[in-house]
C-alpha cells in the first residue's frame, strides 16, 4: 500500500484567509492540518486546529488545572463572542513550520513510521514541489480495512 492510496486531498491556506476558512475545510475533509502557501504554491507554513484553539480558546491556567475544572466556569460566559472574534480572525498569527512531507510514491508504512518519529498523525504529501493532499493515520487505517479480509469476516 502506498501513500497516494491515502491521500485526501484538501484544499490550502493563504496569508489573508479567515480562521473560519481553515476551520470549514478541516472539516469538510475531516483532517486536522492544512498547508499554508505562499503566492507561488509553495508550502510555508501549517496551520492546525489544534494550535488554534489552544492559543484562542485555552489560557493557560485552564491547561494546567485542567482536572480541577468543574461543569460550568463563569470566565466562559462570553463563548459565542469569542468564537465569533476566532473565526472571522485572519490565519497568519497562527501558522507553524511546515513540518514533515512525504512522497505519493513512498510506502504508507514508511509514512506511518514517519509520523512517529515526528510525533503527529499526519503528513502532507508532495511531489516534485506540488502539495497532493494529507495523509493520515486515520486514513491509512481506513484504507487497510477495506483491503483485509479476516477469517471472522468469511464465516470461518
Keep these: 500500500m502506498l501513500v497516494k492510496d491515502c491521500i485526501i486531498e484538501t484544499g490550502v491556506i493563504r496569508s489573508g484567509m479567515l480562521v473560519r476558512e481553515v476551520f470549514s475545510e478541516c472539516g469538510r475533509t475531516h483532517v486536522q492540518a492544512l498547508p499554508c502557501v505562499n503566492e507561488k504554491g509553495k508550502i ?5 486546529l489544534k494550535n488554534i484553539m489552544k492559543f484562542s480558546c485555552l489560557p493557560e491556567y485552564m491547561v494546567e488545572l485542567a482536572p480541577l475544572l468543574g461543569g460550568f466556569l463563569s470566565c466562559v460566559d462570553n463563548a ?3 468564537i465569533n472574534q476566532v473565526l472571522c480572525s485572519q490565519v ?14 513512498a510506502p504508507a508504512i514508511k509514512a506511518l513510521a514517519m509520523m512517529e518519529k515526528n510525533d503527529t ?3 502532507f504529501v508532495v511531489d516534485e514541489g506540488e502539495y497532493r493532499g494529507i495523509i493520515t493515520i486515520q486514513g491509512i487505517a481506513a484504507k487497510m480495512s477495506e483491503i483485509v479480509v479476516c477469517a471472522v469476516d468469511r464465516g470461518g
Excluded at 44 to 48: A, I, K, P
Design 44 to 48: 510555508t507554513g501549517r496551520l492546525t
Design 80 to 82: 459565542e463572542e469569542k
Design 92 to 105: 497568519d498569527s497562527y501558522v507553524r513550520k511546515a513540518g514533515v512531507f512525504t512522497r505519493s510514491d
Design 121 to 123: 498523525s499526519y503528513l
